[in-house]
């Protein structure tokens, strides 16, 4: 069966490649054999972490800069992955804006925009069309590659524990007495992590019989540098006691890309340490 997890000879995109989970899953994949190319549109970061990575994996890790909120640009990476010989049958949907905890509450950064009385509409649309209208878009364009091709294929939405539950807007609290300046997680977030499911739901069934399966994986907070405050208040909230580490969801990225895991579609598969049950 553990012929199963095995990925050599397969082609994989993961978008958002430069950011924190995007290298994870990048990492994920290559420790099973897939050549993987990770999409961002920060070309700095992006060939940083290509470059770490392939020093790991050479040969098998490329960097393809575009933009998925722009059809366009969507289309002349996957040209030129095409023209290198390369059709991805693992399509990672990881991009988004996700403004971290200290970002929210920290008052001497400039101030997010977070609460809905405050939010401009410039910025709902921006955070909407990178993280929901970007994932529609590659899975659009990559999917129906793999239908013409007759291919197949696997295709994950990078949802969130808040995806199946309302954020706890305690976390955020800070000392400020108004409580219209107290920051918020943004409304933007949850709409994006639940549409993906509902993304993901309607692509598991419209390519079914074409042999793409679509999945999602909820990830719940991973520690990333945030205050002992924060952390303090959101572990009391988590049956485990504790935030994820960055390389815990690699194992089920590997199922869920692999054969192993081939008759789930559909599925969303939340990883938060019990979070969203307590």
Known sequence: MLDNFQLYKRVALVTGGAGLLGKEHALALLELGATVYLGDIDNASLHTVVNELAHLYPGMVFPVMFDVTNEDSILTAQEMMSAAGHIPQIVINNAALNPRANELMNRDIVKYPSRIEE??????????????????????????????KGLGGVIINVAS?????????????????????????????????????????????????RGIRCNAISPGGVYDGQTDEFVKRLVSRIPMGRMAKKDEYRSTMQYLCSDASAYLTGQNIVIDGGRSVW
Do not use: C, H
């Open 119 to 148: 939010m401009p509409l410039l910025t709902w649309e921006k955070e909407i069309n990178v993280g929901l209208t970007g994932a529609f878009l590659v899975s659009r364009i990559f999917g129906q590659r793999m239908v013409d």
């Open 161 to 209: 524990d808040l995806s199946v539950i309302a954020p706890d807007q305690r976390l955020y609290k800070t000392d400020v007495s108004d409580e219209y300046a107290q920051p918020v997680k943004p409304v933007t977030y949850s709409v994006i992590k639940a549409g993906l499911i509902g993304l993901t739901r309607y692509l598991s069934t419209y390519w079914a019989d």
